[in-house]
Every structure is written in structure tokens, then in C-alpha cells.
């Protein structure tokens, strides 16, 4: 990071520094969004909300301020995702615990949420898996709407579990089950009237994937084989043992692989297949209903 500006003193002259650099690094961000991540960064140094400094823009940081001000800013310069700079993101209604062992939760997934809950009455107890749960967004969102529901949620990252156990206890769902697992392996037959996962399908290959995502997040998180398919797959079909009947399976996606899931999930002998678009217009959550 090299600029003319003096190395900012004051709140006021750290947000003009901060969204100097951050608008001139690769992230591509405009002038505002700059402004906005760097004020984010400025509450975290300070421990304060946002209100604070835009009443106090005057105030002086503290040679402890600027150095760790600096430090947080050029994480976020060379690309680190924010979310794991500022150690939380919002999803949902939830502000959750994230960190580099998981994926950052992006609002995309909340459709998984309310299809989830769309799919049963309220006064329904429904008994939910989330797979590959990662910081628990989906499972804690759907448990905290539904607090009867009986909800499970698994990960193969123990590391990633902690942080979805931690973010349970924050917000005291402590009646959500939170276990280590692959995928559906050794669930038994006929037991969850839903399966729900946002799993890896992204191809390794593929050159449209941000470079700051690839990067940073997690690889196990991201990338499956089979040119993005292998986890899909592999959940369908062990879903087709472990749901009930007339249970449904929500899978999040890429936005080009909604046909060939909806073709498998046919072979499987799932029916009422349907495809749901995103916030941006494109296809992002694949279902199926068991027979």
C-alpha cells in the first residue's frame, strides 16, 4: 500500500485512508463500499458501534490504534474475505462467530432457510440434517425460527464444528445436534423429513471463482470433484436412503447445475424436482421429494 496521504491521526482521516486504499487494491470495491469496510475495520479497533464514529470523527487514534488499524487494513488490501478480519458475519438474523475454517456465510444460503421452513406447518415437528454445516448459519437460523424442530447438523472439519458449537451456545440453541460426520454416512434409513446442505460443488477448474475466495476460504469448503458434482451426488443419493417418505432434499448449487441435479435426482426416484433462482436471477437451489 503506497499513497501521498499522511498516515491518518484522527477517525475521520483514518476512513479517507482506509477507502483511498481499499478502492485502488484488486477487490474492485467502489468508493462507498471502501468507505464502509474500512468503518467496520474502525469499529473493531476501537470496540465500538458505528454511531460512535460518526459522532466522534475527530478523535485520535492511539499509536496502538494505528498500528493495529494499518494491520487490519492491509489483510483486507491483499484480499482476505472481511468476515474473517472482523471475526463475525451476519446471516439471517444471526451475527455468527467465523473464521479461515470455515466458509463464509453469504446471503445466497438464506433461500435454503426459507425453503426449509416453507415446507412444513409451523406446528409441524420436523426432524432436519444439515450437512456440512460449516459455522451452523443454516441449522442455528432454522432452529431459532423453529425451536421445535428437532435439527441435526454435521461437518467433517472438527474445526469448523467448534466454531458452529460455539455460535449454538452464543445464542443458547443447545438443543441443536452438532456431531462430526461425512456427509450421510452411517445415517439410518428413513429417519429426517429433511436433508439440507450448501456442500462444496465447485470445480477446481473453474475460472470464474473470485480469486480472493479461492485464496482465503477453505479448499474443503469450496471444491469437489467430478467438475463440482461429487458431493452433490453423493448427497442425493445417500439422501434417497435416509429421508422419509415424502421428506425433500434442498441443495444450494452453482448456477449452472441445476439441470443435471434435477436429472439425477429424477434417477433417484425423487418427484416434485423444482429449481429456485437466487437474489441475482440465478439458479441457486435444487429440491426433490422422496417418494
Not at 484488486?26 to 465500538?48: C, G, H, M, P
Not at 471475526?87 to 425453503?115: A, C, G, H, I
Not at 435416509?242 to 434435477?262: A, D, T, V, Y
Request: hydrophobic share 40%.
Amino acid at each position: 500500500m503506497q499513497t501521498s496521504l499522511n498516515v491518518p491521526t484522527t477517525v475521520k482521516e483514518a476512513c479517507e485512508w482506509g477507502k483511498y486504499h481499499l478502492h485502488h487494491s484488486e477487490l474492485d470495491l467502489s468508493l462507498k463500499q471502501a468507505l464502509n469496510e474500512t468503518r467496520w475495520i474502525l469499529q473493531k479497533v476501537f470496540s465500538v458501534d458505528a454511531a460512535y464514529l460518526r459522532l466522534h470523527d475527530d478523535k485520535a487514534l492511539t499509536n496502538q490504534q494505528t498500528l493495529n488499524f494499518n494491520s487490519l487494513l492491509k489483510r483486507r488490501f491483499h484480499g482476505e474475505p472481511l468476515a474473517y478480519i472482523l471475526e463475525t458475519q451476519y446471516f439471517w438474523t444471526l451475527e455468527l462467530q467465523v473464521n479461515k475454517d470455515t466458509l463464509v456465510p453469504r446471503s445466497e444460503t438464506e433461500m435454503l432457510v426459507e425453503k426449509a421452513l416453507e415446507s412444513y406447518p409451523n406446528d409441524y415437528k420436523a426432524k432436519v440434517i444439515d450437512v456440512g454445516t460449516g459455522t451452523g448459519a443454516i441449522a442455528l437460523a432454522i432452529a431459532l425460527e423453529r425451536p421445535h424442530w428437532e435439527v441435526t447438523a454435521t461437518d467433517i472439519s472438527q474445526a469448523a464444528l467448534d466454531v458452529a458449537i460455539a455460535n449454538a451456545t452464543h445464542y443458547g440453541l443447545n438443543h441443536v445436534t452438532l456431531k462430526k460426520n461425512h456427509w450421510l454416512d452411517g445415517v439410518e434409513p428413513n429417519v429426517f423429513d429433511l436433508v439440507i446442505s450448501n456442500p462444496p460443488y465447485i470445480d477446481d477448474q473453474d475460472d470464474e471463482i473470485a480469486w480472493d475466495v479461492k485464496k482465503y476460504e477453505p479448499s474443503l469448503a469450496l471444491f469437489a470433484g467430478d467438475n463440482g458434482y461429487e458431493a452433490l451426488r453423493t448427497l442425493i443419493r445417500q439422501s434417497a436412503r435416509c429421508l422419509k417418505s415424502s421428506g425433500r432434499i434442498f441443495l444450494e448449487h452453482g448456477h449452472r447445475q441445476g439441470e443435471l441435479l434435477q436429472q439425477y435426482l429424477a434417477k433417484q426416484g425423487f418427484v416434485g424436482i423444482e429449481t429456485f433462482d437466487d437474489f441475482a436471477g440465478k439458479p441457486r437451489v435444487t429440491t426433490g421429494m422422496k417418494t
